[in-house]
């Protein structure tokens, strides 16, 4: 009972609106009545997965016991699709696409396949360690390879097109090994321009490279076997930690560690993740998730004998872990060798969200020495139960296909389980291979009234939080707190400043580096899986300190780390109400003066010519002289093709809006370069445009050139030796810069006769 008195204040009801947004069905021509509550939902989930079961009945009532509580949430996709007539969309989460062939048709196979996964409602994760690394010789058509990162390229755009079902972009992990010739180049990928912004990407850090960093010792880039490359490691250690710093990517995943740990060892080599990290998988692996709601388990919130009931976080995980599986046998995949893969290994991640709630509930800090004994304990708990379950399901129901007792039980993860279930492994067998996994749970913890979001602490007990409404552009802004905070207020009776709240009331800001990966190691003891978590960092945080964050994380036992630092390269989804008053702050900063439109304007008129279209594309850049300096004012594009009017309209209309209020707006043609078109671009005089959107901005980098705005990359003024060029090009190699056959090795480096690049700078 509240010990307060007088009207309980209300807040915004950020679970109804969840629901009705992402998991409600609503209805169609046949006779699947719509959901008119949350229960009706939660029934249609329990009903459809119970179906699989001989006793349907009985096993129904068992997961509506667990679900209408929420004290098991199983992924988005289950919740959204259980039942309904969307029978080809997939109940798992995210898969790892096929180990990518080094040859055209097998990147565009996996191009196919990760579209079709995508638009079923997967995310993906791609290794790109298998392409060969950028002007590698590609016998039969006497060329070089473009490299993995422009292929990425075309899976980013591929990504960009396909709205999978439930109305969201699709999600993409692209890894690399460190080892890798391209290495360098992934890490950079993504500064300075809009490419690959459909991507996360990590590398797959290995033990050898870890000691190199160590020892300051050099580190050789390889392919195949052939080293493309020697390095110093801590040089390269440096790029991936700064890109981190300023950019929060790319992430850190120790691969040797997971493929040590798997418990299917014997079977499968992983070398990539899903798109959040939290399920390491192998070739056309799934990842099948649910989370236990840790605020479920508190006994006497906010009491001094407040407590965890491990009675009741041991049946529901139990229950928890027959539901999932029986979702291996009834979900549709986008791919058959996604089906077979899942149904051989049964593979499963049962989790947690409202951890850092829970503390609160016990009144304990996040990241005190208390938190991490407690976290470690009640995860050791269900992943006790969740083996236990599993075995009891095989001795009902059979192993998993590939399961091979005495290999299995060897594997470490599972030297670490009590001696009993061992022994119940070998005498009944396993049903699911995996199945622990921390995953992130922000759909499913607003759902259950704003828990704190998987293993993280709060993010704020009050925030501002922008609702997309269809459409991108579309946004609501709502005020939503948190669910231990809303449950303090209830509990006192009053409403209470987060500067009166008890000690224990942590935010993320206020949890150091070290006290996040501690929460993270202390669970990880206990995943068989990965687990996906950010490591915050204060903006000021220095970045020598910050380095030491990976090599803390890996001495803890970490498969993995990912750190976000706030920076002027980053924008987030929530804001906390200060930083929306410091926006607001910035916003009455007079907007940037704009010259008046003379009536006359001298400018140039640029043709391109492309096999998109019958017809040229004639694109006029007027000037201004503005304060003694000319720049672009306005751009014009005229065409006979009606077809792109629309498009060409709008390109026109925002491309002079820049060119108004930028007065060094060179930053767009590194955006428009970055477009790659799904369906392939085109070459013209010799070089490979990516799309036509890159050829507009070509003609916009030459028009600055010519205006001397930006640098022109000169060509070599030699004529003889352009001509020697021609004559026998079989010697040089692609330029990176110019992208024309002018690199060459000179003095322990690469230069490019044709436009001065040089790789040692």
Same mark, same amino acid.
């Given at each position: ?18 629901w009705n947004r992402k998991y409600r069905y609503k209805g169609n021509q046949k006779d699947i009545p719509e959901d008119k509550t949350v229960e009706d939902t939660l029934h249609r989930v329990a009903r459809t997965i119970a179906a699989n079961e001989q006793n349907a009945r009985h096993w129904e009532s068992k997961f509506e016991e ?84 422009? #292929?990425?390229? /075309? ?14 972009? @699709? ?112 070739? #056309? ?43 291996? $046998? ?32 016990? @009144? ?54 009590? !001696? ?5 492994? +070998? ?31 709060? #993010? ?33 009776? +009053? ?37 996906? +978590? ?61 010259? !008046? ?9 640029? +043709? ?68 790659? $078109? ?20 070509? /003609? ?19 004529? !003889? ?39 040692? @700078?």
């Amino acid at each position: 009972m509240p010990k307060g008195r007088g009207k309980q204040p209300e807040f915004y009801d950020i679970a109804t609106e969840i629901w009705n947004r992402k998991y409600r069905y609503k209805g169609n021509q046949k006779d699947i009545p719509e959901d008119k509550t949350v229960e009706d939902t939660l029934h249609r989930v329990a009903r459809t997965i119970a179906a699989n079961e001989q006793n349907a009945r009985h096993w129904e009532s068992k997961f509506e016991e667990i679900l209408i509580p929420k004290y098991f949430l199983p992924g988005g996709r289950i919740i959204a699709n259980a039942g309904t007539q969307r029978s080809e969309v997939t109940m798992f989460n995210c898969y790892v696409m096929n180990s990518i062939e080094d040859s055209i048709e097998g990147i565009f196979d996996t191009v196919k396949d990760s579209a079709v996964t995508q638009k079923q409602g997967g995310g993906v994760g791609f290794d790109f360690s298998t392409i060969r690394p950028k002007n590698s010789h590609i016998k039969g058509c006497e060329a070089q390879s473009s490299g993995p990162i422009s #292929f990425m390229q /075309v899976l980013d755009s591929t990504c960009r097109t396909i709205m999978s079902a439930g109305q969201r972009r @699709g999600a993409q992990m692209g890894v690399m090994r460190c080892d890798h010739p391209d290495i360098e180049e992934f890490v950079t990928a993504k500064r300075g321009n809009a490419s690959l912004q459909m991507f996360n990407l990590s590398v797959a850090i290995t033990e050898k490279f870890m000691n190199a960093v160590k020892n300051n010792s050099d580190w050789e880039l390889s392919f195949n076997g052939n080293v493309h490359k020697t390095v110093r490691a801590t040089e390269l250690w440096e790029l991936i930690m700064k890109s981190t710093y300023d950019f929060a990517e790319p992430g850190f995943i120790l691969m040797d560690r997971i493929n040590e740990m798997n418990n299917l060892y014997y079977c499968e080599t992983i070398a990539a993740t899903n798109p959040c990290g939290e399920q390491p998988l192998p070739p #056309f692996g799934a990842c099948l998730l649910g989370s236990l709601n840790l605020t479920k388990f508190v006994n006497n919130p906010f009491e001094e004998n407040a407590s965890v009931d491990y009675d009741l976080i041991d049946s529901v995980t139990r229950t928890a872990v027959r539901l999932l599986d029986n979702v291996i $046998d009834i979900s549709g995949y986008p791919l058959p060798q996604q089906r077979d893969e899942a149904r051989r290994k049964r593979r499963m991640g049962v989790g947690i969200t409202g951890l850092a709630d829970m503390f609160i509930f016990l @009144g304990v800090r996040y990241g005190s020495a208390k938190s991490l004994d407690m976290a470690s304990d009640i995860m050791k708990a269900i992943t006790n139960a969740a083996y236990e379950g599993s075995v009891a399901l095989a001795k009902e129901k059979g192993s998993f296909p590939l399961l091979e007792e005495a290999k299995y039980c060897r594997s470490k993860f599972i030297q670490t389980l009590p !001696d009993e279930i061992i022994a119940g492994i +070998k005498r009944y067998g396993l049903r699911n291979s995996h199945l622990i996994s921390i995953a992130p749970t922000g759909t499913i913890s607003l759902f259950a009234d704003n828990v704190s979001s998987g293993l993280e602490p709060v #993010f704020a007990f009050s925030y501002n939080r922008r609702i997309r409404n269809g459409a991108e552009d579309d946004c609501t802004e709502v005020e939503v707190v948190d669910y231990a905070y809303k449950k303090y207020v209830e509990h006192v009776g +009053k409403t209470v400043k987060e500067k009166d709240l008890p000690d224990y009331f942590v935010t993320s800001d206020s949890v150091t580096p070290e006290e996040h990966v501690n929460i993270q190691a202390a669970l990880q003891r206990h995943v068989d899986s990965s687990i996906s +978590k950010t490591i915050n960092v204060p903006a000021d945080y220095p970045f020598d300190k910050f380095k030491d964050i990976y090599l803390y994380a890996h001495s803890k036992g970490l498969k993995g780390c990912t750190t976000f630092r706030p920076s002027e390269h980053i924008t987030g989804v929530l804001t906390r109400k200060e930083d929306k008053q410091d926006a607001a702050a910035l916003a009455d900063t007079p907007p940037p003066r704009i010259p !008046d439109r003379p009536k006359e304007l001298e400018g140039t008129t640029y +043709k391109i010519k492309t096999p998109l279209s019958p017809d040229a594309l004639y694109l006029t850049i007027n000037d201004i002289i503005d304060e003694g300096t000319r720049r672009p004012y306005e751009l014009f594009i005229n065409t006979k093709n009606l077809q792109h009017l629309s498009w060409v309209v709008a390109m026109t209309r925002l491309i002079s809006a820049v060119f108004r209020k930028e007065k060094h707006p060179s930053f767009l043609v590194e955006e428009l370069k970055s477009i790659y $078109d799904p369906n392939g671009g085109y070459f013209s005089d010799g070089k490979f445009i990516p799309s036509l959107a890159a050829d507009i901005g070509l /003609v916009i980098e030459k028009h600055l050139q010519k205006i001397g705005m930006i640098e022109e990359k000169k060509k070599a003024a030699v004529v !003889d030796t352009k001509k020697k060029v021609e004559r026998n090009d079989s010697k040089f190699m692609i330029c990176p810069q110019c992208n024309e056959k002018g690199l060459y090795s000179s003095e322990n480096c690469v230069k490019c006769i044709l436009c001065g690049y040089s790789k040692c @700078g």
